[in-house]
């Protein structure tokens, strides 16, 4: 895993500098794409709303040019096929995150499961269980929910 995302940041992300080739951002920034996608196929259709808005998302909050967006998606939905559960994502992002971009990213998946216009009884499931591994008490979820459909309307 690490020397897919390895070569992805080198040959595709300018790299940063003096950045340790160990560095936490390209696990962190698939370690989000990947719960992404996992909400996105919850309902067991991966819509053209759903992909524009993850889409959007990794240009807008990670930086990432849009032609190494496909890649990151690529990559993140093989992690999210290989992956046993949802604790190796979140364990990574609670690690990293403060609870301002836990908000911001709980807004960002909200956005998600809003974006095709229905929510699914196990999009809303899977928006709990992620949100509880992710240290968020059930207000900041709501308040995310609110944020993220004040934003589609």
């Known amino acids: 895993m ?3 995302i390895r070569s992805f940041f080198n040959t595709r ?3 940063v500098a003096d ?4 560095d936490e951002t390209g696990r962190i920034q698939l370690a989000a794409c990947a719960l992404l996608l996992e909400l ?3 309902d067991e259709e991966f819509s053209a709303e759903e992909r524009t808005h993850i ?3 990794l240009q807008r ?3 990432l040019p849009a032609d190494t967006v496909g890649e990151m998606i690529r990559l993140a939905d093989e992690e999210r096929a290989n992956s046993i559960d949802h604790f ?3 364990n990574l992002i609670t690690s990293n995150y403060d609870l301002g971009q836990k908000m911001v990213f709980a807004e960002v998946m909200w956005g998600l499961v809003l974006a095709d216009g229905k929510i699914a009884e196990h999009e809303q499931y899977l928006m709990r269980k992620i949100a509880n591994l992710l240290d968020l008490q059930p207000g900041y979820l709501s308040q995310a929910r609110k944020n993220a459909a004040t934003r589609i309307d």
């Open 2 to 4: 690490l020397d897919g």
């Open 13 to 15: 992300v300018e790299p």
């Open 19 to 22: 950045a340790a080739p160990e």
């Open 40 to 42: 996105a196929n919850a």
């Open 55 to 57: 889409e959007s998302a």
């Open 61 to 63: 909050h990670f930086g």
């Open 88 to 90: 190796q994502f979140t």
